[in-house]
């Protein structure tokens, strides 16, 4: 326990015990932050005559550069208590004793908490725009690489990987918009409630809020200190990324073995076996796969710890904020790596010619039918799928039909032979007529990709323009306190400096 506790209602506590309890460790990263939370409270007393300009002058003098000096020591509970005791050390208590003025530890964690996850959530949207530019620069490479669509992991229907590749982009990009929902939510002050009650001092929360950066106020005192919503919603968002993007990790797995042999992943995001010299291990994707299981288990841990806890503030609460740390730094790395990976994923040539594959275009074939020949879809989905039997029971592809044995087949179902005509049945059947035959909005054609591709550029450079705009404005307004700061220290130096 820190010294300026002791004394008072506890006389004491064990070593073993604050050691137990304190959050010292994890609060580095809060560090700066609780700084500045310090000079723009003290700002904000002077400012509205709490606190004495000259003495207000002092603190923010001990408190400058104070996050590049301090030394963490043992015994001390957490972050808040150890910039005091310095300010104090530097000032002296008469002058020194008056920076937990006004305010609670109990509002400023939840402050600098916010301050601390604003920044990470700023940080993890720059790396999904990355992995999204990275995504659109292999789709321009592969508009026209025929690779077949999946459902049930079985083959389905052609598409292209640059189709493909766009559905992840979206993904993203939903991602991307929690964020930014999340972020209005975690961009707002909890300065200024005190304990649970706010103070009986004239302050301005909304001062405070100001200098710090914030969008507003969480305004009821007890909501301020009391509420951790706004980490389960940022663990939220990264969960529905995370079970995303090991979906994602999961198709290049597959894609990448020898039994679907689509794409070939880059060397150096690979690995060998130390016995089998053929092999060829896609490690940096199992590895971002089971981190998105971590991240899961953060929000789950973090919800456990959060659900049963009476209102206001419990020492609970700061077990469950190295979860939010964890998996921010967890999903931030593996957006890193995915993007460089994805940049450099090259398609098999030829994928589409494989003869199990060709029966991807059987649905166009009972399109077909329909359209030109006037029999019902339920009817014609029952020829083709005759017909696709007859086919494998004889170890025959598609691509191996005839106008004989389809008119074979619908006689049998129709009860009189369907006379197809050549060119109708092979434009049916073949890939590259299926996919530029699908055009409709949102479909794998090159007209359509190319569109959705240009579309896509032009989100990006929106989604850069709002996150950089996020990101200046806690810069300026930190820059503005640093130079209401050093107004404060260097007229009480120069004040000094006149005296005889």
């Known amino acids: 326990m820190s010294e300026l506790l002791r004394g008072g209602r506890i006389l004491g506590s064990r070593i073993d015990v604050v050691n137990f309890t304190s959050s010292l460790k994890n609060d580095v990263k809060l560090l700066r932050h609780v700084v500045n939370i310090n000079r723009a409270h003290i700002v904000m007393l002077v400012e509205n005559r709490v606190l004495q300009a ?28 150890l910039i005091e005791e310095k300010v104090i050390e530097s000032v002296g208590m008469d002058v020194g004793g008056n920076l937990n003025l006004a305010k609670s530890r109990n509002d400023q964690v939840a402050t600098a908490i916010r301050m601390a996850l604003r920044e990470e959530i700023i940080s993890v949207m720059e790396k999904v725009i990355s992995l999204q530019e990275a995504l659109l620069e292999l789709a321009e490479k592969n508009i026209g690489a025929i690779i077949p669509g999946y459902t049930h992991l079985q083959p389905a229907q052609p598409t292209t990987f640059a189709h493909y590749l766009l559905a992840q982009f979206d993904i993203l990009g939903r991602s991307l918009e929690r964020l930014f929902d999340a972020y209005g939510r975690v961009n707002l002050c909890p300065m200024g409630a005190g304990a649970l009650a706010t103070t009986s001092f004239p302050i301005s929360r909304e001062r405070v809020a100001e200098l710090l950066g914030f969008d507003g106020l969480i305004e009821n005192s007890i909501d301020a200190v009391g509420s951790r919503d706004f980490l389960l919603e940022a663990l939220a968002a990264l969960t529905i990324m995370a079970v995303d993007l090991s979906r994602f990790a999961e198709d290049l797995i597959l894609w990448a073995s020898m039994e679907f042999n689509l794409i070939e992943l880059p060397d150096e995001f690979t690995s060998t ?55 921010f730094g967890i999903i931030r790395e593996s957006l890193h790596m ?47 799928g005759a017909l696709v039997r007859a ?45 530029e035959s699908h055009n409709v909005r949102g479909g794998p054609s090159r007209r359509e990709v190319e569109r959705m591709i240009s579309v896509r550029k032009s989100l990006i450079s929106k989604f850069k323009d709002d996150v950089s705009s996020l990101r200046r404005r806690i810069e300026d307004s930190i820059a503005n306190l640093n130079f209401i700061v050093k107004s404060y220290v260097t007229q009480t130096f120069h004040s000094k400096s006149m005296k005889p």
């Open 54 to 81: 000259e003495d207000g002058s002092k603190i923010l003098g001990a408190l400058m550069g104070l996050e590049d000096k301090l030394t963490l020591k043992p015994g001390v509970e957490d972050i808040h208590m």
């Open 273 to 327: 076996s130390s016995i089998m010299p053929q092999k060829k291990n896609p490690e940096v994707l199992e590895v971002i796969r089971a981190r998105m299981g971590s991240i899961i288990g953060e929000f789950t841990a973090a919800s456990a710890i959060l659900k049963g806890l009476p209102s206001t503030y419990n020492l609970d609460f700061q077990e469950a904020t190295p979860k939010l740390w964890n998996a």
């Open 338 to 384: 995915l993007s460089e990976l994805t940049r450099k994923i090259k398609v098999k040539e030829g994928v589409a010619e494989k003869s199990f594959l060709s029966f991807l275009t059987a649905t166009e074939l009972a399109n077909m039918l329909f359209r030109e020949y006037n029999v019902p879809f339920r009817v014609s989905h029952r020829i083709v």
């Open 391 to 435: 086919l494998i029971d004889d170890g025959k592809a598609l691509s191996e039909v005839t106008p004989e044995l389809l008119a074979k087949i619908s006689e049998n179902i129709l009860g009189s032979p369907l006379s197809v005509r050549s060119e109708d049945l092979y434009k049916a059947i073949n890939p590259e007529s299926f996919v």
